[in-house]
């Protein structure tokens, strides 16, 4: 089966974005569809994660009975993060525009048992679909044979996983475009004030296909367009802004003397940024990328910090489009034939610099619950 890959220009007007997701699939740069851009601000409030169970009752402006009430499970593999919170909200915020539907979200906390163990406990719940950020390929695997046992459709968030019978392809970033845009960020830069040389830091996180595509696409791109010689070290950060501070504390012990950090989240990167700067490493001579469309990144690169640029996620976008599918499928109007035959979605990621980064900061704002 092609691949799609689906490419949607935002300009700064539209209020559909933000944060942390996945790919290793084609980049980008070749347009073969088109969605129609909406402008729909967010007006539910983001369900409070208090237990690892959030279940939100989503309300509906159509009469009863009008349509087929349905209940949709949600795996998620953290409610902690800003990407996170936007993710929710886009599933609440379309469930009740397509009510009555119940949305039912349970986060794996990227432990691979713990993802099967809560979509077990999903299908005991009655769900009609699920909607899951993989832990990791294998429980993806082992998530699709219980659906597929219960008769329930699987939609793939988080990492594109391979397309199979009983599973709705991945929609989200174009992860291996976006890490891309930042290499060449990044390359210009070093030639512009490093003359073309420079010691390369990239914040990994293995178990994660998209992240491992950005980290792939940096690469590629600062190789192809430095002019000088580039010494590139990876390590795990794993995803989070603690290990991205140990792990860069732990790379600069050998090597003081690094130029650039990429982090594959604004996590790794903002927490790598915090080792730079506890070693008195001078911003003016340093640069830091981070990829997910936090305000913490886009404040960092407001306040002239060595963060200078950051890649742009969309989750509200992408929690919209996975809810409606889910919904159509639960009522029987759409079927999984239908979304295979579309092949997965990957979606353009903006880009945030110094120069556009309020406009971003008054949209992400918007979003964002109060």
């Known amino acids: 089966m092609m691949k799609k890959i689906l490419i949607i220009a935002m300009s700064l007007s539209v209020v559909l974005m933000l944060a942390v997701g996945v790919s290793c699939a084609p980049t980008g740069g070749q347009q073969v569809g088109a969605v129609q851009e909406s402008t729909t601000t967010a007006a539910a409030e983001t369900t409070a994660a ?21 209940k949709i499970g949600v795996i998620q593999i953290t409610l902690e993060h800003e990407y996170q919170v936007m993710l929710n909200r886009g599933f609440l915020d379309q469930a009740k525009k397509m009510g009555p539907a119940e949305v039912v979200v349970q986060v794996n906390d990227m432990n691979p048992e713990k993802c099967v163990k809560v979509a077990e406990d999903l299908i005991a ?5 699920i909607i899951c950020a993989p832990a990791d390929p294998a429980s993806w695997k082992s998530v699709l044979e219980l659906c597929k046992k219960a008769g329930i459709p699987l939609l793939n968030d988080g990492s594109p996983q391979p397309i199979e019978p009983g599973m709705v392809p991945f929609i989200g970033t174009d992860s291996l475009g976006g890490g891309e845009e930042a290499g060449k960020f990044a390359a210009n830069w070093i030639n512009e004030n490093l003359g073309g040389n420079a010691k390369v830091v990239g914040l990994t996180l293995p178990t994660f296909t998209d992240c491992v595509a950005r980290n792939e696409g940096f690469n590629k791109a600062l ?13 795990n950060g794993s995803g989070l802004r603690e290990k991205g501070l140990e792990a860069m504390e732990n790379i600069l012990q050998g090597n003081p003397d690094v130029d650039v950090l990429f982090g594959c989240n604004d996590d790794s990167a903002l927490g790598g940024m915090s080792a730079m700067q506890a070693a008195g490493l001078d911003k003016k001579d340093h640069l830091v990328i981070g990829f997910d469309g936090t305000l913490g990144a886009f404040n960092e ?20 489009m996975h809810m409606e599918r889910a919904i159509n499928l639960a009522r029987g109007e759409k079927t999984i034939d ?11 990621t903006p880009v945030v610099t110094k120069e556009n980064v309020d406009e971003w900061i008054k949209k992400v704002s918007e979003i964002m619950p109060k």
């Open 223 to 235: 190789k192809e367009n430095v002019k000088g010689k580039i010494t590139l070290i990876e390590q």
């Open 125 to 129: 719940a009655g769900v009609n679909a």
């Open 50 to 70: 208090a237990t690892e169970t959030t279940t939100a009752a989503a309300e509906t402006t159509a009469a009863e009975g009008e349509k087929k009430p349905v």
């Open 301 to 320: 690169i407001k306040n002239d910090t060595m963060m200078r640029l950051d890649i742009v996620q969309q989750p509200y976008l992408y929690a919209s």
């Open 338 to 348: 239908y979304y295979q035959s579309q092949g997965p979605i990957y979606i353009k």
